[in-house]
């Protein structure tokens, strides 16, 4: 089986690297790591809380991120109504406006250059935009008063759920950022390699509820152009039914049972492996310093499927459920890394060059790029900080499933405008669904055509290496 699929193994060799961080960028992965589990619900604990549990503390002592200046802020960041006292009167008002503060003083127009080192940025520009939506008797919540709170430094703070929803801030907040660089390109329907080039797109996650499906059509409508992988990070997440469209048919035309017409008697009959995916199998290894020492290694063996964090190994695809059950924080990490190590590795794939390859039948190579995909807000910007942040590489190659329930649509950053070409959706497409006037043949076909899967979890996606 391994020498069959390997003749579909995209590789740079095997990935070793060290990082040196500073410890401000070690603390906001550990906080994405716990929003990751706010997320999914496996984690319904305080930040505070969270670090300071056996396990956690233990894989990450306290002395790797406790000295920087990010702790210090967000150990004192707290958020108020800005009080008024009018002139000459004992009454006050409330305005309406949020307003942070730190140790009892307010910052001015919200800023402390501590703020926008917060999740990359993130905390400054949702506390911007929420400034006026302050809480009102009867009313939800914004985004910064719930995260503050859910850091558990104040003192009478216990853990309150985010309102729903509030994953696609993350996604908005992306979009954005790159539209800022003009480095996105959106509402992407298929992609025309100019050349031999192939994109090469890995899903982790997609919007299936009304067949949107726009990575896996992506993919369909995008002929040769766009094709699918595969890596271990894929392989491992247990929400991905895209396995059963790629891995395990591959599995079961290794070897299957037919019936021998003389003997009357089951017998193996073996097949030439042709996947549809293509892969990526490699062993996988980084380690980030602080100050020149280790705080964290990632390490996956592929002889084993051993992934460990820190010399200690993880439980692979662990569900959320599973993960929710679970009083071990450590355990936890299991379920994180589902996406955690396809982002790891995508981080990996956009800092290297395109994977060269000579495929039968042509005079030359063929250059992959490849990019990982998601509807999923907490795994896309965990994508964003690792590839920028740890890897310090350029933007990611990311695709970012924006759809929903309405439109559906796919943006894609840092794409290759020099080697591809696309079709954007047209105006009528990006109504909502329930607004648009289909013809019914067409509709059934772009039913029949999707891969099946489950409604609104990850879906398959398969296309021909013809």
Known sequence: MVDEITKFNITTGRMSMVSE????????????????????????????????????KSTFPPATYDTSDMFTFLQNLRVKPITKYKANTATTSIDNRLQLFIEGERLKNNYHPQLGVVLNGFLKWIADKEKI????????????????????????????????????????????????????????????????????????????????????????????????????????????TMLPEGIVPDLQNITVKVLNPESQKLEDQKYILSPTPWYYLEDFKFTMNVNGSPVMEVKFNTQTSNLTLNG????????????????????????????????????????????????????????????????????????????????????????????????????IVNFPSELFTVEQVSKVERQPIGNRKYDTKRETEVAQTSTNGSQGGNNGNTVNQT
Not at 22 to 37: A, C, K, P, Q, R
Not at 167 to 193: G, R, W
Not at 222 to 237: E, H, I, M, R
Request: a positive charge.
């Open 21 to 56: 961080i500073t410890s401000e960028t070690f603390l906001n992965l550990l906080l994405i790591m716990w929003l990751d589990g706010i997320h999914d619900k496996y984690i319904i604990m305080t930040f505070k809380k969270w670090l300071a549990s056996p396990n956690i």
């Open 312 to 411: 200690k190994t993880l439980s692979l695809s662990i569900t959320a459920g599973k993960a929710g059950k679970s009083n071990d924080p450590f355990f936890q990490l299991g379920k994180y890394f589902g996406d955690g190590l396809q982002y790891f590795i995508a981080s990996a794939l956009t800092k290297s060059k395109p994977v060269d390859i000579q495929l039968e039948g042509n005079n030359k190579k063929t250059a992959f790029h490849s990019f990982l995909g998601s509807g999923d807000g907490m795994a896309l910007f965990g994508y964003d900080f690792v590839c920028t942040r740890l890897y310090k590489a350029r933007a990611p190659n990311m695709v970012i499933d924006f759809s929903g329930q309405s439109n559906p649509i796919a943006h």
């Open 133 to 240: 939506i302050l809480t009102k008797p009867g009313s939800k919540s914004t985004f910064t008063e719930r995260f503050i709170n859910n850091l558990g430094f104040k003192s009478d703070a216990n853990f309150v759920p985010f309102s729903a929803g509030w994953e696609k801030d993350f996604k908005k907040f992306l979009v954005e950022k790159y539209a800022s660089t003009n480095n996105i390109i959106q509402n992407v329907k298929k992609i025309k390699a100019k050349n031999d080039d192939i994109f090469l797109l890995a899903i982790d996650q997609e919007y299936s509820t009304r067949q949107e499906r726009a990575l896996t059509n992506m993919i369909i409508n995008s002929g040769k152009s766009v094709q699918s992988l595969v890596t271990y990070g894929q392989a491992f997440d247990p929400g991905s």
